[in-house]
């Protein structure tokens, strides 16, 4: 606008996606640690987690939010589970890099979401657990969340038999103020590259007022989070970004896509978030039903051919 009113004429400002790309604001990069244990009847009893990352409250207008040098986004969906583990502990680090970050769609929990319900199928195999089965005793004490567990598991025939070479995961999500489960039922070609068939979800976001409006946000989301999962990443040298468009960034195509269902919890609560709570579930739920398919487990995003197939 200031351009136009110096030139006295219009002015045609593009910003594309290459600047968009190479000259935006970029989600943190993480790192996780857990460790758990287990009792005798290979329950979790006790759970820790640490978290290294960028805040991306500092030096934004919501610096104010950060309480004793903990970004509120940097932990959200790790210091509040809900699941019923008795002994939990959670650090955060909070590294000064030089890359501008800021908030990414579902914000916190897009980290913490894959990085808990990924290990947390880990600590249910550990102790020699059905995944679903020992998310419905840990949150006994939440009826909404176990609610839409049960319908996520039950529309996607949890337990029942798959084609060959096929394997079901399951993950689960409050963030928003919503509760989300999602089974993912995929498999994997000879070269490692994972296909997702399909993503059954069941939301909880209180009184809905338009299904088709939320129904069409979570389809989004999970395509969104699919494509960080399998594809989307930032690499930079000597400061300046690689990628710049559809070609070395790309987004799940159409011909990947998988079947979606999405099924909505009635309620008369008041209405909750939609547009981000379908993101965080769907790349731990991945993650968990490629470790049935090939015994390894991904602990990296997004997902190489090498850690699908465990040669790294």
Not at 71 to 80: F, L, Q, R
Not at 226 to 248: C, M, P
């Amino acid at each position: 606008m200031h351009v136009a009113k110096v030139a006295k004429a219009p002015v045609k400002v593009v910003w594309t996606r290459e600047d968009d790309l190479r000259g935006g604001w970029y989600r943190p990069m993480w790192y996780d640690r857990f460790a758990a244990g287990l009792d005798a009847e290979g329950n979790p009893i006790a759970w820790t987690h640490t978290i290294v990352g960028q805040s991306i409250m500092q030096g934004t207008p919501f610096e104010s939010f950060i309480k004793d040098g903990v970004d509120p986004a940097s932990v959200e969906g790790a210091a509040d589970l809900l699941y019923g583990i008795p002994n939990l502990q959670v650090d955060l680090h909070s590294p000064k890099i030089g890359v501008p970050v800021l908030w990414w769609r579902s914000v916190g929990h897009s980290h913490t979401g894959f990085s808990v319900e990924a290990f947390f199928d880990e600590v249910a195999h550990a102790g020699g657990k059905d995944p679903y089965e020992l998310r419905r005793k840990l949150l006994a004490g939440q009826p909404r969340m176990l609610a839409v567990l049960d319908l996520a598991a039950q529309k996607a025939g949890w337990g029942k038999p798959l084609p060959r070479g096929r394997g079901r995961g399951i993950a689960t999500r409050f963030s928003f103020n919503s509760y989300v489960a999602q089974v993912v039922e995929a498999s994997v070609e000879k070269d490692g590259t994972p296909r997702v068939h399909r993503v059954v979800c069941a939301v909880d976001s209180g009184r809905v007022v338009n299904p088709d409006g939320v129904r069409a946000q979570v389809e989004g989301a999970i395509i969104f989070g699919l494509s960080a999962a399998l594809y989307t990443e930032i690499t930079f040298k000597n400061g300046r970004v690689h990628q710049s468009n559809f070609d070395d960034y790309p987004m799940v195509r159409i011909n990947e896509a998988p079947e979606i269902e999405v099924h909505i919890v009635p309620s008369e609560q008041p209405p909750t978030g939609v547009g981000e709570p379908g993101v965080p579930p769907v790349a731990p739920a991945l993650a968990n039903a490629l470790f049935t398919v090939t015994g390894h487990r991904i602990r990296r995003l997004p997902m190489r051919a090498n850690d699908v197939l465990g040669k790294s």
